[in-house]
């Protein structure tokens, strides 16, 4: 049973902040779209559209890009927003390079489109649905995608020697009220130990205690503690909800992911789009109409084609 229409926001919602790895100010705007436009970033004059050709860099965020080099990095929290919320079509734009940290998690994303609430469009929405099993592996991680009619389900574990996190497992369906409650507030971690590598590479120059866990060799360094429990895994479950909405659409599957990261969601979303018998688009067949900030659950979906998402 999926959301039968496609959905934006009801409003323009402006957001300032700083850049988590460059440090520098960072403006955006998220702004309505029409239907069947998708999620386009807006920057130095050139738009570049959501999909798996957009994304240029995995390292230690989620880089997307055009071919003149235009570029926007650090984009995930936002799309694990507009994604965990069900928005569809909106037009990001950009001032810089990067897109605000805030608290390092989603949460101020979150608040601006629930803020200005979003709006039902009268078109059916279009969801990729997984056929069949594709799997990346590197060295101990992996991440695979599976047939999954039911919705989107994420299921993350990550394994790391610290006191602080072990092994750690979310699962659940990715739906709004799920995304607010158990997702959107887990915040991005890092390591001290790492501190300067990461400086000298130009990378974290935005670090802060307000914006990210910080472990030392044994503990939670931030005074505040833990959001969570088991923030360390909520944050990574985040991240893939938004690294798999780069495929451009909505996701009918199941993903699985173990001690993964931005380069293996980014990744095993690279390999269904390669293998065309691993996916087909389909739409939902809706029964009634449209209502605004209201989302619709309880169509069914039937295939529509399967073709290029560009």
């Known amino acids: ?70 570029k926007c990095s650090t984009v995930e929290h936002l799309m694990a927003a507009l994604s965990g919320l069900g928005i569809d079509n909106a037009v990001i734009e950009v001032e810089g390079d990067e897109i605000p940290a805030f608290d390092g998690s989603s949460a101020q994303f979150v608040d601006a489109i629930d803020a200005v609430g979003t709006e039902q469009q009268d078109a059916p929405r279009r969801y990729i649905k997984v056929l069949k099993p594709i799997r990346v592996d590197s060295g101990n991680c992996s991440a695979e995608l599976l047939p999954y009619d039911a919705g989107f389900r994420v299921e993350v574990e990550i394994d790391f020697d610290h006191a602080a996190i072990g092994r750690q497992r979310f699962a659940g369906m990715v739906t709004p009220d799920v995304f607010r409650d158990d997702l959107a507030r887990a915040r991005t971690f890092g390591f001290m130990r790492d501190v300067a590598k990461l400086w000298g590479a130009g990378l974290a120059l935005g670090a802060s205690l307000d914006n990210t866990i910080c472990l030392a060799d044994d503990r939670v360094v931030n005074p505040d503690g833990l959001r969570y429990a088991d923030e360390f895994v909520r944050h990574k479950a985040l991240d893939a909800v938004g690294d798999l909405a780069m495929a451009g659409l909505p996701l009918l599957g199941r993903y699985r992911s173990l001690c993964g990261g931005h380069k293996l969601n980014a990744a095993v979303v690279a390999a269904l789009m390669a293998d065309r018998s691993a996916w ?27 073709a290029d998402l560009s």
Do not use: C, W
């Open 1 to 70: 049973m999926q959301v039968q229409f496609q959905s934006t926001l009801a409003d323009r919602v402006e957001l300032t902040g700083r850049g988590l790895h460059s440090g520098t100010p960072a403006r955006i705007a998220l702004v309505p779209a029409a239907p069947n436009t998708g999620i386009v970033f807006k920057l130095h004059g050139k738009k570049i559209s959501v999909g798996p050709e957009a994304v240029r860099n995995t390292d230690f965020a989620t880089v997307i890009g055009d071919t003149n080099g235009s």
């Open 280 to 306: 087909t688009i389909v739409e939902a067949e809706p029964t009634r109409k449209p209502r605004r900030g209201h989302a619709e659950i309880g169509a069914q979906v039937a295939p529509a084609y399967r």
